[in-house]
């Protein structure tokens, strides 16, 4: 089975304060994603990466980066977090272009 | 405009009973592909369910099937005797054909449908 795994799953943190976002897959799939969701909206993509060192702008990347130095990890980096980024972070996995994305459990951050 | 609408915000259904949830989606790209996936209040994101532009044949899951009508650009999907853990949220997403030539673009999602199932 795939396993993908975000650091934590509740996380507080204050404004203005630099933000890290863990996700790592044990399937050595090429393809990792980080989506933000939020009631009514639905998930939207904020960056993805095809590659290690590789990363591709998603719908909504403003005020956030990534990082991808090994295949099995991405980590999604708030700067200088702020109260509108207050949200529930998805990441998920895939192998090829068709393949099914699987995700991860999900890291609610709270920034106060 | 949209890509993914999914017109139901909340279902209430009889456990037992099949359910149908819809899904209309708009795209211009031949190539695409319609997922289901079903997120419990733990947040998970589970899959359920894949649809390719050019299967001939309705995706079928055990009690999920994805009635697929292309002509309507119509994805739903139905849950045949449903059951009391069937209750979640329940998002339609659509992969489209590559941006950019190869990269690995990612799923662009509805708003969800919340089914509760009761006894």
């Known amino acids: 089975d795939v396993k993908v795994t975000q650091s934590s799953r509740y996380l507080v943190k204050r404004t203005g304060e630099k933000v890290f976002l863990e996700c790592v897959q044990d399937m050595d799939h090429e393809n990792m994603f980080w989506y933000r969701q939020d009631p009514g909206l639905g998930l939207r993509l904020i960056y993805f990466s095809y590659d290690v060192k590789m990363k591709e702008k998603g719908d909504i990347p403003e005020g956030y980066s990534v990082s991808r130095e090994k295949k099995e990890r991405f980590s999604l980096i708030l700067e200088s977090a702020s109260t509108n980024q207050t949200s529930m972070y998805l990441c998920?996995?895939?192998?090829?272009?068709?393949?099914?994305?699987?995700f991860g459990p999900g890291t609610r951050l709270t920034v106060l | 405009a949209q890509k993914i609408t999914q017109t139901q915000p909340g279902m209430f259904v009889q456990e037992k009973e099949a359910v149908t949830l819809d899904c209309t989606y708009d795209t211009s790209d031949p190539s695409y592909g319609l997922f289901w996936y079903k997120q419990p209040s733990s947040g998970e994101m589970i899959f359920l369910i894949y649809q390719g532009s050019y299967d001939q044949q309705n995706a079928t899951e055990g009690r999920y099937s994805l009635n697929f009508q292309k002509a309507r650009k119509s994805a739903n999907l139905v849950i045949s005797a449903s059951q009391l853990g069937d209750s979640a949220m329940y998002f339609c997403?659509?992969?489209?054909?590559?941006?950019?030539?190869?990269?690995?673009?990612?799923?662009?999602f509805g708003k969800g449908t919340h089914l509760i199932i009761q006894p």
């Open positions: 997403a659509m992969r489209e054909g590559p941006r950019s030539g190869g990269g690995a673009d990612g799923l662009t």
């Open positions: 998920a996995s895939r192998q090829g272009y068709t393949d099914t994305q699987y």
